[in-house]
């Protein structure tokens, strides 16, 4: 039960917490930190280096030589990225020799490729590629895409199939995709969405480590620094546990909710019209889902890291008890981008009723699919359930780690203290 000294403890977090220069620094560098992640990962997509790429294209064909010349020298792809290209004819038997006459060419980077395609392409598109990089994607994605159409006209043309019928043979199947439920009309979704379920999974994953880390570490310096001796004076080891449990989870919530906010701005207001593309369908009864799902989530883990706190006096030591806390938050992260494909998959749907795997993997889940209703309270109940089982281990092994200094346990011993009935 709490009671007025578990209160003076949260209150000592909160104000501890709160007011201090890394709460201020992480609640508004952290949303910065992600943005700019996703603008240096779309720079670096965009920087395929390839540019001044020097290739000789080799075919076998005289026909088809004319219609590769038209379609790269047409390519704004090509032309952006300043490709110096020479073409040749040659027969197959001839094409061996010429790679071992441009041998020490290629290896010296005077030409970046030699792209050879041979008549047989028009039938089994079949092609070569010569280089010292061969893997080199950015160039081979590029003179496949247009040596492919170059193909397709080809061989389309030879059968008289009108420039029409072949036009539409080249389009992809544009695929809408509408959302179904009970409650709601039949709606048209987006990849806003999707996006959402990147940054929910994300954030979880974050902060939780985060969180918990900080969390340890404060119990390793009350440890040394003797100040966990004065603190047990006047409170019992598990009313102190409690307290600073309690504390720091308000505090993690706190900063959730002011990173959510943007988010339920966008998607309860007009001021700000999103693309159809990118949409997002997200009411406040999900992001509040959300919050008290975190919540539970860092009563767990965070009384689990400040166990592991108690046992140890210092960062190294603590490794070998963390490492399986990290585990237990990152394959559940790592489960949620297989959602991403499909988000029934069973391992996915087993996983989102398990402890600890279904505090991040759940509130995912829902941002993508309708989850139901049964599912949402099963899930929940169990991590109030593991939260009650963590914060009785947690205690016994708190008020043995905490007043214990000197040579690092052992797990044996470790297993003694919870083990012993107090």
């Given at each position: 039960m709490?009671?007025?000294?578990?209160?003076?403890?949260?209150?000592?977090?909160?104000?501890?917490?709160?007011?201090?220069?890394?709460f201020?620094?992480?609640?508004?560098?952290?949303?910065?930190?992600m943005?700019?992640?996703?603008?240096?990962?779309?720079?670096?997509?965009?920087?395929?280096g390839d540019?001044n790429?020097?290739?000789?294209?080799?075919?076998?064909?005289p026909?088809?030589?004319?219609?590769?010349?038209?379609?790269?020298s047409?390519?704004?792809?090509?032309?952006?990225?300043?490709?110096?290209?020479?073409?040749?004819?040659?027969s197959r038997?001839?094409?061996?020799?010429?790679?071992?006459?441009?041998?020490?060419?290629?290896?010296?980077?005077?030409i970046?490729?030699?792209?050879?395609?041979?008549?047989?392409?028009?039938?089994?598109?079949?092609?070569?590629?010569?280089?010292?990089?061969?893997?080199?994607?950015?160039?081979?994605?590029?003179?496949?895409?247009?040596?492919?159409?170059?193909?397709?006209?080809?061989?389309?043309?030879?059968?008289?199939?009108?420039?029409?019928?072949?036009?539409?043979?080249?389009?992809?199947?544009d695929?809408?995709?509408?959302?179904?439920?009970?409650?709601?009309?039949?709606?048209?979704?987006?990849?806003g969405n999707t996006?959402?379920?990147?940054?929910?999974?994300?954030?979880?994953?974050?902060s939780?480590i985060?969180?918990?880390?900080?969390t340890?570490?404060?119990?390793?310096?009350?440890?040394?620094?003797?100040?966990?001796?004065?603190?047990?004076?006047?409170?019992?080891?598990?009313?102190?546990?409690?307290?600073?449990?309690?504390?720091?989870?308000?505090?993690?919530?706190?900063?959730?909710?002011?990173?959510?906010?943007?988010?339920?701005?966008?998607?309860?207001?007009?001021?700000?019209?999103?693309?159809?593309?990118?949409?997002?369908?997200?009411?406040p009864?999900?992001?509040l889902?959300?919050?008290?799902?975190?919540?539970?989530?860092?009563?767990?883990?965070v009384?689990?890291?400040?166990?592991?706190?108690?046992?140890?006096?210092?960062?190294?030591?603590?490794?070998?008890?963390?490492?399986?806390?990290?585990?237990?938050?990152?394959?559940?992260f790592?489960?949620?981008?297989?959602?991403?494909?499909?988000?029934?998959n069973?391992?996915?749907?087993?996983?989102?009723?398990?402890?600890?795997?279904?505090?991040?993997?759940?509130?995912?889940?829902?941002t993508?699919?309708?989850?139901?209703?049964?599912?949402?309270?099963?899930?929940?109940?169990?991590?109030?359930?593991?939260?009650?089982?963590?914060?009785?281990l947690?205690?016994?092994?708190?008020?043995?780690g905490?007043?214990?200094?000197?040579?690092?346990?052992?797990?044996?011993?470790?297993v003694?203290?919870?083990?012993?009935?107090?």
């Open positions: 709490i009671n007025y000294r578990i209160v003076a403890v949260v209150k000592r977090e909160l104000k501890e917490k709160l007011f201090s220069k890394s201020l620094l992480t609640t508004f560098l952290i949303p910065l930190f943005l700019g992640i996703i603008v240096v990962q779309g720079v670096i997509m965009q920087f395929q540019k790429t020097v290739l000789e294209i080799i075919v076998e064909s026909s088809l030589l004319k219609e590769l010349q038209t379609a790269f047409q390519n704004k792809s090509i032309e952006e990225a300043k490709y110096s290209l020479s073409y040749r004819h040659m038997a001839q094409v061996d020799g010429y790679i071992e006459e441009k041998n020490k060419s290629l290896s010296a980077g005077k970046d490729g030699i792209v050879f395609i041979p008549e047989s392409a028009i039938n089994d598109k079949s092609i070569e590629y010569y280089s010292k990089t061969p893997k080199a994607f950015a160039v081979t994605s590029k003179v496949s895409g247009l040596v492919n159409a170059c193909l397709m006209d080809v061989y389309f043309r030879e059968r008289n199939i009108a420039d029409e019928d072949l036009n539409y043979a080249r389009m992809n199947v695929v809408k995709t509408f959302k179904v439920t009970e409650e709601k009309a039949v709606e048209e979704t987006g990849m996006i959402l379920a990147y940054i929910f999974a994300f954030f979880l994953y974050l939780l985060m969180i918990g880390t900080m340890m570490q404060t119990v390793m310096d009350e440890k040394t620094g003797r100040i966990s001796e004065i603190l047990l004076s006047s409170v019992h080891s598990r009313e102190l546990l409690a307290g600073k449990i309690l504390g720091v989870s308000i505090t993690g919530v706190i900063q959730m909710a002011i990173w959510l906010s943007p988010i339920l701005m966008l998607a309860s207001t007009t001021w700000f019209a999103l693309p159809p593309q990118i949409s997002i369908d997200v009411s009864g999900l992001l889902y959300f919050l008290l799902n975190y919540f539970i989530g860092l009563l767990t883990f009384g689990l890291y400040a166990a592991v706190g108690s046992i140890f006096d210092n960062q190294q030591d603590a490794q070998s008890g963390v490492w399986p806390l990290l585990l237990l938050i990152m394959i559940p790592f489960m949620t981008f297989s959602m991403f494909n499909n988000p029934d069973p391992v996915v749907n087993v996983a989102s009723l398990l402890p600890f795997a279904s505090i991040m993997i759940m509130p995912v889940k829902m993508v699919a309708d989850v139901a209703v049964w599912k949402i309270i099963l899930s929940f109940c169990i991590n109030v359930a593991t939260v009650c089982i963590i914060f009785k947690a205690g016994k092994i708190y008020r043995v905490i007043l214990r200094t000197g040579t690092k346990p052992k797990w044996s011993q470790i003694k203290w919870i083990r012993y009935n107090y």
